[in-house]
């Protein structure tokens, strides 16, 4: 039998394959001169290039086209070309599917620049595109190396539940589930639904993810979250990836150590493992003003995350707009929540893309979990935030007291009943304890350097769109 391999496995270990007998399977990219079939298999950016045996049957070559798959065996031999040290010089071709030259000519596979919108209309071919396929390997590099991270630091990961009956930020629109027929059950007697109530899909783990902290130590949630705002923006999606670790015994400080040193450790990883891909992203996006793509990541390592308090946050952005450095669209005041201009000009411009981790926000813009500090006004929320994105994190250091707690859940006009086993935490062996949630595809749409967060997810679902 003739053994297997992809075309990372050939390539990334060449010189052991030299004059070896091999199979490959994959699509073409490109045919040239009725000889050259430039092959790629998904495993890596790189393709391999195969040479056709001149005894090929006409009717075989006749069928070669951009877009075929196919399975080659052959033998690895040094290539006289100089982009490639190795190729294939094929014995054998067996084509599996072919393209209807007129469905080819319409489509993204064609060999010329179409836009990222194109490529999103098109989920099935956008795995072939090279910029898609980069995306998405590192994409994967980035959640292997989260699960790495926590694996290593003594986190367990903790799976929790998608249905729930909690809203726990308390802010924005929630999908809500039901088996009910809608129109003949109208209006609904939830006491008659599913689970007989009202139920949602989750926007956060964190409540669930404290209650186990509260027992385990330190755990962490990795899994997809659910907000039905009507933000159609390039960093909102309506189902994203989040990661929620939750540590008992942690200080708000413990818990912006923790995120800085999670970050850096992910970007190194990535820098690490991922260079070919990041390669040719860096070459074929759009360069950011300042920096390329690697530059950016390289920041990110270099120095310290900046740390600053909201009050100081609001002073800084109140100055500079009194010395005509900017003008915001919206008022910055002590009070509301900071708008992402406000958030994009204090990392991009002040902090020159050193990324910026603002705490103590005033408890009035912040969900009723956060503990509110001694001056009654500020609670131990931090936001960190990242060139061009903006927002990347948000965390706190839980109010562990129960009366407090209670407060802040009455004030926030929240149903305390369906609450209780949140609150039960508060009541056996209450710690103090922190926590944090970080946007995932945000986090793979900096890294990879795009500008839209639709193009970092395999079926972006946003606001009038759940296509696929
Ligand atoms: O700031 P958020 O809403 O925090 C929480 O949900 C807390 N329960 C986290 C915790 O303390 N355990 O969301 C956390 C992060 C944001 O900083 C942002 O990166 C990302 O989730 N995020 C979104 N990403 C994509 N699309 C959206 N609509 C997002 N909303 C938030
Ligand atoms: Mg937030």
Redesign the pocket.
Known sequence: MIKKYSIKELLDQGCSFLNKEVLVEGWIRSFRYSIFIILNDGSTIKNLQIVLSKKLEKKIIKKITIGTSIKVIGIIKKSIGVKQYIELKSSNIIIYGSINSDILQKSILQPKKHSLEKLREQAHLRFKTSIFSSIMRIRHYIAFSIHKYFHEHGFFYLHTPIITTSN??G??KMFQITTMDLKNDYPIDYKKDFFKCKTYLS?????E?ETASIGLGKVY?FGP?F?A?N?NTS????E?W?I???IAFYHLDENMNLAENFLKFIIKYILDNCMEDLLFLNENIKKCKKNTLLEKLELILKFPFQKISYTKAVEILNKEEKKNKIKFHHSVLWGEDLQSEHELYLVNNYFNRVPVIVFDYPSCIK?F?MRVNKDKKTVRAM??LFPE?G??????QREERYDMLLKRIKDSNIDKNKLWWYLDTRIFGSVPHS?????????VQFITGMNN?RDVIPFPRTPSNAEF
């Open positions: 726990c930020e802010t924005g926007v956060s783990g964190q409540l993810a949630t979250v907000r705002e933000s960093r909102h999606l309506s994203f989040m929620e670790p939750e969900a979990y936001d960190i994105i927002e990347i994190i948000g965390g706190s926590g944090f949630g970080l946007g995932f595809d945000r986090l967060i």
